[in-house]
T-cell receptor, first 114, second 115 residues
Framework: AQSVTQLDSQVPVFEEAPVELRCNYSSSVSVYLFWYVQYPNQGLQLLLKYLSGSTLVESINGFEAEFNKSQTSFHLRKPSVHISDTAEYFCAVSEKNAGNMLTFGGGTRLMVKP | GAVVSQHPSRVICKSGTSVKIECRSLDFQATTMFWYRQFPKQSLMLMATSNEGSKATYEQGVEKDKFLINHASLTLSTLTVTSAHPEDSSFYIC???????????FGPGTRLTVT
């Protein structure tokens, strides 16, 4: 069975500073990788995903994540954050050829300060 | 595309009553729907998986008689919390898969408060 670890439960950062939210996973088979964002009292929104191909994936709002197979990581980065990026971020994995069951990390609360 | 709605968004009920939460896929047919529970400042906990026309598969530790799941059509799944108690108060989120089999599309969640 797979597992997902988000090493930081909270990440405080000043506006316009860069940020990295860490995600490591373990699985015995190939995986799909996802980052979701959750704003207060809302559901999850897909931020970006890695399915295959280029290991660097980008979102439309400036986030990017890189799949590193050797380190089993899928860290999320943004070079310059905005106040509006304050939210909870969840990393998730699903195993290829094993349906679409998602395993979530514990979440990281990104707090952007002015 | 791939929009999932939930109704109601918030519900307050008295202890001992039952409450039904609906999850709908608005623009696609959902072969599988998932129900999650989320406690404050925690991650999502999968409660059950349901396929249209089949009985739901519950995760270990989830009482199937308390959390009744019905997936009667390819666009609707319902979660009924029976004989609710204050400890059932939580944020319930559904998701659906369909267009892309490896991806889940999430609803906006339902905040249940049992008094």
């Amino acid at each position: 069975a797979q597992s997902v670890t988000q090493l930081d439960s909270q990440v405080p950062v000043f506006e316009e500073a860069p940020v990295e939210l860490r995600c490591n996973y373990s699985s015995s088979v190939s995986v799909y990788l996802f980052w979701y964002v959750q704003y207060p009292n809302q559901g999850l929104q897909l931020l970006l995903k890695y399915l295959s191909g280029s290991t660097l994936v980008e979102s439309i709002n400036g986030f990017e994540a890189e799949f590193n197979k050797s380190q089993t990581s899928f860290h999320l980065r943004k070079p310059s954050v905005h106040i509006s990026d304050t939210a909870e971020y969840f990393c998730a994995v699903s195993e290829k050829n094993a349906g679409n069951m998602l395993t979530f990390g514990g979440g990281t609360r990104l707090m952007v300060k002015p | 595309g791939a929009v999932v709605s939930q109704h109601p968004s918030r519900v307050i009920c008295k202890s001992g009553t039952s409450v039904k939460i609906e999850c709908r896929s608005l623009d696609f047919q959902a072969t599988t729907m998932f129900w999650y529970r989320q406690f404050p400042k925690q991650s999502l906990m999968l409660m059950a998986t349901s396929n249209e026309g089949s009985k739901a598969t519950y995760e270990q530790g989830v009482e199937k008689d308390k959390f009744l799941i019905n997936h009667a059509s390819l666009t609707l799944s319902t979660l009924t919390v029976t004989s609710a108690h204050p400890e059932d108060s939580s944020f319930y989120i559904c998701s659906a898969s369909g267009p892309n089999p490896y991806e889940q599309y999430f609803g906006p969640g339902t905040r249940l408060t049992v008094t």
